[in-house]
């Protein structure tokens, strides 16, 4: 008897620390654990009010914010998904899609495979062909803009893993009625001669040469067979300008010790235990680059999709083109070395923009076709087909419309106007210019943008600007176009205003100086952290911007601002 309530004792203590442990874990221990991988969107606990506890509002508030806070949550989740993967093969994660031998795909990737994919994001299979066939012909046409000005516009398509590697899809029947997008845009791009690197057929026909994966079994982006897809890419690119880029040189292939990217689409799974890999090795490599006597580096811009970034990560970019800057999704601009989110790409000077690389490469993979380009096609022959004074009268024709039909719904000016520039932005064909089987126009501003693309390209010309926008408190951008609207009116330049450039040079010297001793100064210091507080600034930034105005006080410098008068003279002292 003695026995038995001992054991009782033991099974209905490890019951309680069962039951508590997930408790003090929330609120006492806190002890640290490896977070779940993918999307989480926080749910706020919410505030206990009478209304909403009658209502039964708080109770499901409450239940779904317990639900993401409680103890040992990760660990418990993992171990549920690893029950599911282990006897049943299934997943919760919506963007993985479990195929054979523990093969996993993404859900575009499989449906496009099966001829689904097409219908999720085209009213119907005619209505696609339409479509595709209208932006097939705008990046004929902005091609061809483009090439007038130098600029090559060329295509890349990354290689699919549900073509390279169908063998280990999930069972499931071919949708026959519709068609591939992907072979649809190579037809049409072969036969309108548009220059295109399709890389799903090169590596279904590398796959049985190597000895492992080109797209790994548990990851849906290519890994370093995008270095080897980058040096036939910049081949190509060479040859459309006939001209020599520098060369990649591939050392001796080696096993990785870096296996993040292999695995990206298990990872979202949050198993507790890898899946068992039924491949070769994941390979690397050391990537140089080779330059010859002859060899150019040019300005390239990138459009495109996730793919792009296994060729970013493993290529040293700027040892091949001078700039490089990359539109993800023809939405976030990412600019700099490392490449770095620099805003959003609606907010750029589209025309200026375009026209200043010396290549544009869209770059996308086989399933993103069936979105068409993705905006990129619509947006830039809008931009540099039509005078933006035609699109703003179609924007104003079609926000009137609008206006007309909002009669019974409530809408702003506003609203009505970005409505408006959505529908153009979606059918450009409304413009006739547009809609013609030959598409002639050309926007009248390209001259204009050219000549600021002349001006980047003259170094010394850039470093006169840059020196002229401290003295007038500008940005690069307004001294830029200042300067251009100098040499359509025919006015001096402020690239040989040589007195202002140098004072400019001997400020901001003055500046640097300051910067070094203002730290010696105690009172001043006290005050400039303060600001710094306020205007939630960095110390060191907030020591720079108070030595810059100290330093334009004392020369009187203040109102010299370009937007209020670009013809204003620097008061400069005697000895200028």
Not at 119 to 124: A, G, I, N
Not at 300 to 316: A, E, H
Request: negative net charge; aromatic residues 12%; proline residues 5%.
């Amino acid at each position: 008897m003695k026995r038995k309530t001992t054991y009782d004792i033991v099974l209905f203590t490890i019951l309680m620390v069962l039951l508590f442990l997930p408790m003090l874990q929330a609120h006492v221990l806190h002890i640290p654990l490896k977070p779940l991988n993918g999307v989480t969107i926080e749910t706020e606990k919410p505030n206990f009010e009478l209304e909403s506890y009658r209502s039964g509002d708080y109770a499901k508030q409450e239940e779904a914010y317990v639900g993401e806070h409680f103890g040992f949550r990760e660990p418990v989740i993992r171990l549920y998904n690893q029950y599911l993967w282990d006897f049943y093969k299934k997943t919760y994660a919506h963007d993985v899609v479990a195929g054979k031998r523990g093969w996993l795909y993404t859900p575009e990737s499989v449906s496009d495979y099966f001829g689904t994919e097409l219908l999720r994001w085209q009213p119907s299979v005619k209505e696609a062909k339409h479509n595709f066939d209208l932006e097939i012909r705008y990046m004929n046409r902005v091609r061809a803009i483009l090439k007038e000005n130098d600029v090559e516009l060329l295509a890349f398509i990354a290689p699919e893993k549900s073509f390279l590697y169908p063998e280990y899809l999930p069972d499931s029947e071919r949708d026959t009625t519709t068609f591939n997008a992907c072979d649809y845009f190579l037809e049409k791009f072969e036969a309108t001669g548009f220059p295109c690197i399709d890389m799903t057929g090169w590596f279904q026909q590398m796959k049985d040469t190597v000895s492992y994966p080109l797209i790994p079994q548990t990851g849906g982006h290519w890994v370093f067979p995008a270095v080897y897809a980058a040096d036939s890419l910049f081949h190509f690119m060479g040859d459309l300008k006939g001209i020599e880029l520098p060369k990649l040189k591939i050392g001796e292939l080696h096993e990785s010790d870096n296996h993040g990217a292999d695995n990206d689409l298990e990872q979202l799974l949050n198993l507790s235990l890898p899946i068992r890999k039924r491949q070769g090795y994941s390979p690397t490599a050391e990537v140089t680059v080779e330059r010859e006597q002859n060899s150019v580096k040019p300005k390239v811009l990138f459009v495109g999709n996730s793919f792009m970034w296994g060729i970013t990560n493993q290529v040293p970019m700027r040892e091949v083109f001078d700039n490089v800057e990359f539109w993800y999704y023809f939405s976030t601009a990412y600019t700099g070395d490392p490449l770095t989110p620099n805003g959003n790409v609606v907010n750029l000077n589209l025309l200026e923009k375009l026209l200043d690389f010396d290549y544009i490469v869209w770059f996308t993979t086989g399933n993103q076709l069936n979105k068409g380009t993705n905006g990129f096609a619509n947006s830039a022959i809008l931009t540099l087909g039509v005078d933006d004074s035609i699109r703003k009268e179609y924007i104003n024709f079609i926000s009137d419309t609008l206006h007309r039909d909002a009669i019974n719904r409530v809408s702003t000016d506003t609203l009505l106007l970005q409505e408006a520039i959505a529908i153009l932005h979606n059918h450009p064909e409304i413009i006739p210019e547009l809609n013609a089987e030959t598409l002639t126009s050309q926007n009248s501003n390209i001259p204009y943008a050219k000549v600021t693309k002349d001006i980047r390209k003259d170094s010394a010309w850039m470093a006169a600007l840059e020196a002229q926008a401290f003295l007038r408190s500008a940005t690069m951008d307004q001294m830029l176009h200042a300067e251009v609207d100098r040499i359509n009116a025919g006015k001096p330049l402020y690239k040989d205003q040589t007195d202002e450039i140098l004072f400019s040079l001997q400020v901001q010297e003055e500046v640097r100086q300051r910067i070094q001793r203002i730290p010696n100064y105690e009172n001043l210091m006290a005050s400039i952290r303060e600001k710094a507080i306020k205007q939630n600034k960095p110390l060191d930034k907030a020591i720079e911007d108070d030595a810059i105005w100290i330093t334009r006080e004392k020369y009187g410098l203040d109102h010299c601002r370009l937007i209020d008068d670009p013809d204003a003279v620097i008061p400069m002292p005697p000895t200028f």
